[in-house]
């Protein structure tokens, strides 16, 4: 049986627990606020942490290699070298397929050179591979690639018109076509010595393609055999020209004969025209004896 007092007792504790609880909320509120943002933060955290360790292997980026390189770079090499390149995959988790590319268009590739792993073989380098890129890329995301240029190096190569005719007066051009890397040094010679150039008659023009001399109004001394010398750290390389001046041909003008020829037609035309009275009385006189002679 419970008593007066007991109940008495039950109700004060209930109170006093009433009491504290309010009191604590009243004079912590902003610290339970506090640490259950931050509570709720940590989760946030735990759970993006959780994503990214269990996202799909495919969202790892893929990394292509050229012979070991993960960049892109210049191979130096020589005429007549073979050259092998190796592109590879790395960080794959699946099979992926390569394409190879020789500038703007595409090579080739056999059925089981294209998965994770593709070479390519350049054999009898020729100046004519100079500067060409051949670049590697994913099949299935072709922006990831890398490149490799070749950089040919190889002695000078001269060319042009050897035989040159001109007549005294005329303007002449002697082009010495030139391929070569590392580029030559270039020098016009005059037979056998370095040409002396003469202001307002010799003009030399110079490109990564050519050597061009321009002489002005030839002159007979311009005669000879002109020599274009490239010059590298290797080797020297020279190509002859050949100029002949002749005589300026004299010309007969046409033109002032042609009319001469037609004043001196017209005025024997008329001559004739004028005389053409006498010229028939002359032709009856001769006619009239031979008529009275007839019997």
Not at 160 to 181: F, I, P, R
Request: with cysteine; glycine share 6%.
């Amino acid at each position: 049986m419970v008593t007066g007092k007991g109940v008495s007792s039950q109700k004060e504790k209930r109170l006093a627990k009433e009491v504290s609880f309010s009191e604590l909320s009243r004079s912590d509120l902003n610290s339970l606020k506090m640490a259950w943002k931050t509570s709720g933060l940590m989760q946030m955290c735990r759970f993006l942490l959780l994503v990214i360790l269990f996202l799909p292997h495919e969202m790892t980026s893929s990394v292509l290699t050229v012979n070991g390189k993960t960049e892109n770079y210049i191979l130096d090499t020589e005429l007549g070298f073979e050259e092998s390149l190796k592109c590879a995959v790395q960080n794959h988790t699946r099979e992926e397929e390569l394409l190879w590319y020789r500038g703007e268009g595409r090579v080739d590739l056999k059925s089981g050179n294209k998965i994770n792993s593709s070479s390519v073989c350049v054999t009898s380098i020729s100046e004519n591979d100079n500067g060409i890129t051949f670049t590697c890329k994913l099949q299935k995301n072709q922006s990831v690639s890398i490149s490799v240029v070749l950089n040919v190096t190889f002695p000078p190569l001269l060319s042009g018109n050897d035989l040159q005719t001109a007549e005294e007066g005329n303007d002449v051009k002697l082009v010495c076509n030139v391929k070569s890397n590392p580029q030559a040094q270039m020098t016009w010679y005059k037979d056998g010595s370095i040409l002396n150039l003469e202001k307002d008659h010799h003009q030399i023009q110079q490109t990564s393609e050519y050597l061009q001399l321009s002489i002005t109004k030839v002159k007979k001394s311009d005669n000879g055999t002109y020599s274009c010398t490239a010059i590298t750290f290797t080797e020297r390389k020279t190509k002859d020209f050949h100029l002949i001046v002749k005589d300026k041909a004299v010309t007969i003008p046409i033109e002032p004969i042609v009319a001469a020829c037609i004043v001196v037609f017209l005025t024997l035309c008329f001559g004739l025209l004028a005389r053409r009275k006498r010229i028939m009385k002359l032709c009856i006189k001769d006619k009239a004896p031979q008529n009275g002679t007839a019997l």
